[in-house]
C-alpha cells in the first residue's frame, strides 16, 4: 500500500525568505506525485507534478520540487514566498498516469507567511 | 478551470436525513471522483466513476451511495446522515494532456451533521 507523509503540519515564513515544505512517500511501485495548493474555503489547485524524466519538477507560481528516488522524498521548494502563498499544500502519490488514479495524500502542511 | 461544479455548495443538515450532493462536468470527462476532507486526514476517496453506470469504492464508503446515470452528473448521496459525515467533500476529474491524465477539483460542498 501506498502512503504519504507530510512531517509538518504548519510551517511559518517571513515574506522573501525560502521555503521547503517537506513530503516523504512509501510504496512498492514506481509512483507518480503530485503537490496540490488549497487557498482557504477554495478547491485544490494543481502546482507540479512529477511522472518521469528529470528530477527537478517546475511548477506554477514560482514553485518547484524535487525527486528523490532513494530517499523517497518529493519536497517542495520555492526561492522566496510571498503573503499570497499563504495555504495548504498537499503531497499526494498515485500508482497510475492514466486511467483509474487512486490518489493517496498527505496530510497537509499548512503555509504561514508574514510579513 | 476544468469545468467542475458542486453543488450545493453549504448545507446543514438532521441526523437521520438523506442528503444527495451534486458534481457536475462540461467536458465529457470519463473517470469521476467522490472524497472528503478533514482535519488531520487529508483528503480521502469515498467512490469513484469509470463510466455511466460503472461505479466502485474508495476507502471511506462506508455510510455513502453513488449514482452517475449520466456522463456529466456524478451524485454522492448519504442515505442516513451521521455527525461523523460533517466534512468539506470534493468532487474531481480526470483530464487528459497528451497522453498524461491529472486530477482537477471542484470548489467543494461543505457539509454540517447536526
Known amino acids: 500500500a501506498q502512503s504519504v507523509t507530510q512531517l509538518d503540519s504548519q510551517v511559518p515564513v517571513f515574506e522573501e525568505a525560502p521555503v521547503e515544505l517537506r513530503c516523504n512517500y512509501s510504496?512498492?511501485?514506481?509512483?507518480?506525485l503530485f503537490w496540490y495548493v488549497q487557498y482557504p474555503n477554495q478547491g485544490l489547485q494543481l502546482l507540479l507534478k512529477y511522472l518521469s524524466g528529470s528530477t527537478l519538477v517546475k511548477g506554477i507560481n514560482g514553485f518547484e520540487a524535487e525527486f528523490n528516488k532513494s530517499q523517497t522524498s518529493f519536497h517542495l521548494r520555492k526561492p522566496s514566498v510571498h503573503i499570497s502563498d499563504t495555504a495548504e499544500y498537499f503531497c499526494?502519490?498515485?500508482?497510475?498516469?492514466?486511467?483509474?488514479?487512486?490518489?493517496?495524500f498527505g496530510t497537509g502542511t499548512r503555509l504561514l507567511v508574514s510579513p | 478551470d476544468a469545468g467542475i461544479t458542486q453543488s450545493p455548495r453549504h448545507k446543514v443538515t438532521e441526523t437521520g436525513t438523506p442528503v444527495t450532493l451534486r458534481c457536475h462536468q462540461t467536458e465529457n470527462h470519463r473517470y469521476m471522483y467522490w472524497y472528503r476532507q478533514d482535519p488531520g486526514h487529508g483528503l480521502r476517496l469515498i467512490h469513484y466513476s469509470y463510466g455511466v453506470k460503472d461505479t466502485d469504492k474508495g476507502e471511506v464508503s462506508d455510510g455513502y451511495s453513488v449514482s452517475r446515470s449520466k456522463t456529466e452528473d456524478f451524485l454522492l448521496t448519504l442515505e442516513s446522515a451521521t455527525s461523523s459525515q460533517t466534512s468539506v467533500y470534493f468532487c474531481?476529474?480526470?483530464?487528459?494532456?497528451?497522453?498524461?491524465?491529472?486530477?482537477?477539483f471542484g470548489p467543494g460542498t461543505r457539509l454540517l451533521v447536526l
Open positions: 499526494a502519490v498515485s500508482k497510475g498516469n492514466t486511467g483509474f488514479q487512486k490518489l493517496v
Open positions: 474531481a476529474i480526470n483530464t487528459a494532456q497528451g497522453r498524461e491524465e491529472t486530477q482537477y
Open positions: 510504496s512498492s511501485v514506481s509512483v507518480y
